[in-house]
C-alpha cells in the first residue's frame, strides 16, 4: 500500500499535477514523522525538512514561507519557521535538533511549492544533525498515517 | 462520545492593541500547556492600524507621523493577512484555542472564522459570502465586511477576525485594506435596513454564531476588566 501511494506520489509530482481526492493524502516511505506534521529525510548526520502533504492540505494554498537564516540554531518541537496561507501564519517546528545548513531559497519566489510538491521541491531546511538519537523518537511512515487519521477523525 | 467541550469568553470592552497582543500571548501559552479551555476574547481597539507578518507596510497610504496626528497607532504584528484598520464599533474577537483538540487545520479553521460572520449578518438580513480564492474575508457583493488575521503557534490559535459594525470607514481610506485595491469596504449599518442594537447585543450574537460553529457546548461568560489583568 504504502509503495503504491509513494509511486502515485512521485509520478504525480513528476507530472506536475496535484495528487487525487483526498480521501487520504500521501506519505513517502523512508521519511520519519512528527506529530506537528513535519517529515525529516535522514541521512547520517544530513537532514532535509519539510511539511507534509497532510499538512499542506489542510493549510490551503501557501503565499508566503519564513525561511530561518543559515547557521542557525534548530531544536526539536520547536519552531524554525513560519507558512502563510488563508491569511492565517502557521509555525514549522523541526523534528532534529541541530544547525541550519541550507534553506530553500525557490520558495521565496514560489511558496507554492510546498502545496504542490511537499516531499520534494517544496523542501524547506536541511539540518546538521547534532543528536541523531532524537530521530528514533518520530513516527516512519505507517504510524504517521494511523496517527493523521485518528487526527481527522475528531 | 464526545467529552463536552467549554468556551471561556471574555467580554473586555475597549482595549488598546498592545495589551490585548500581551494578553492573547499570555492566554495561549497557558493554553499550550492545558493550564486554562479554550478562550475567546470580545472586544473592540481604539483606531489602530496594524500589520501582518509580511510587514507590507508599502499598503500604507500616508506617512506614520499623520497616523499620530489622526489618533491611530501602528502595529507590526505576526499574524498571517495584509494591512487593516481596527476601531470603535468594529467587532472583535480573538480565540485562543487548540485546533489540534479539535483536528481542524489553519484553512478549515479560517473558513469557519467566515462562516461565524456570514452567519451573524445573516441574521440581520445581509447575505455576505467568504471563501473566495486568494481573497479570505466576508464579502457582501464586492464590499468587505469582515477581516481575518490569524496566528496558529504549536497548534494554538491568537489574532483572529474583525467585523464591522459601523465604524467610521474613512480611516480605511489611508490604507490598501488586505492589499486589495480595487474593492471597498462596507459595515453592517451599511448593509442592512434594520435598526441596529448596541454593539454589546451584536458582539454577544457574534460569539454565539461562532461557538456554535465550532461545536461548544457551553459558554462561559467572563467581564474583564484589562487594567485587573495586568501583572
Redesign the interface.
Known amino acids: 500500500m504504502a509503495s503504491r501511494l509513494l509511486w502515485a506520489s512521485k509520478a504525480a509530482s513528476y507530472l506536475k499535477i496535484s495528487t487525487f481526492n483526498r480521501g487520504f493524502a500521501s506519505v513517502v516511505k523512508d521519511l520519519k514523522y512528527a506529530e506537528s506534521h513535519e517529515w525529516v529525510k535522514v541521512k547520517g548526520n544530513s537532514a532535509t525538512v519539510g511539511i507534509t502533504d497532510h499538512a499542506q492540505d489542510h493549510l490551503g494554498d501557501v503565499v508566503y514561507v519564513e525561511l530561518p537564516e543559515v547557521g542557525a540554531t534548530v531544536t526539536q518541537g520547536s519552531s524554525f519557521g513560519a507558512v502563510e496561507s488563508v491569511k492565517a501564519t502557521s509555525d514549522i517546528n523541526s523534528p532534529v535538533s541541530g544547525k541550519v545548513v541550507e534553506v530553500n531559497e525557490e520558495l521565496s519566489s514560489s511558496p507554492g511549492l510546498v502545496n504542490g510538491s511537499p516531499y520534494e521541491n517544496g523542501w524547506i531546511i536541511k539540518v546538521e544533525i547534532s543528536d541523531t538519537n532524537e530521530v528514533s523518537s518520530l513516527m516512519d511512515c505507517e504510524q504517521y498515517s494511523k496517527f493523521c487519521e485518528e487526527e481527522d477523525n475528531h | 462520545m464526545r467529552i463536552p467541550r467549554n468556551l471561556e469568553v471574555w467580554r473586555l470592552g475597549t482595549v488598546n492593541y498592545l495589551k490585548a497582543l500581551k494578553l492573547q500571548e499570555k492566554l495561549a501559552s497557558d493554553r499550550k500547556i492545558n493550564k486554562i479551555t479554550d478562550t475567546l476574547l470580545s472586544l473592540q481597539h481604539p483606531p489602530t492600524y496594524t500589520l ?3 510587514r507590507t507596510d508599502y499598503n500604507l497610504l500616508v506617512p506614520e507621523s499623520e497616523l499620530k496626528n489622526m489618533g491611530a497607532e501602528l502595529h507590526y504584528t ?4 495584509d494591512i487593516t484598520f481596527h476601531g470603535p464599533h468594529q467587532a472583535i474577537l480573538y480565540p485562543i484555542i487548540s485546533l ?11 473558513e469557519n472564522l467566515e462562516s461565524t460572520m456570514i452567519e451573524l449578518s445573516s441574521l440581520y438580513g445581509v447575505k455576505a459570502h467568504g471563501q473566495r480564492k ?1 481573497e ?2 466576508v464579502w457582501v457583493g464586492d464590499r468587505k465586511i469582515g477581516a ?8 494554538i490559535t491568537s489574532h483572529g477576525l474583525a467585523f464591522n459594525i459601523d465604524p467610521d470607514l474613512t480611516f480605511f481610506k489611508h490604507i490598501v485594506p488586505c492589499g486589495i485595491a480595487d474593492k471597498d469596504v462596507t459595515s453592517l449599518r451599511r448593509e442592512t435596513d434594520l435598526v441596529l442594537p448596541d454593539d454589546e447585543v451584536i458582539q454577544e450574537q457574534l460569539v454565539s454564531c461562532f461557538a456554535r460553529l465550532f461545536g461548544y457546548n457551553d459558554i462561559i461568560w467572563k467581564d474583564k476588566n484589562v487594567i485587573e489583568i495586568d501583572d
Open positions: 501582518g507578518k509580511r505576526q499574524r498571517g493577512g489540534r483538540d479539535i483536528g481542524l487545520g489553519a484553512r478549515k479553521y479560517v486568494c479570505t474575508g481575518i488575521g490569524v496566528r496558529i503557534s504549536t497548534g
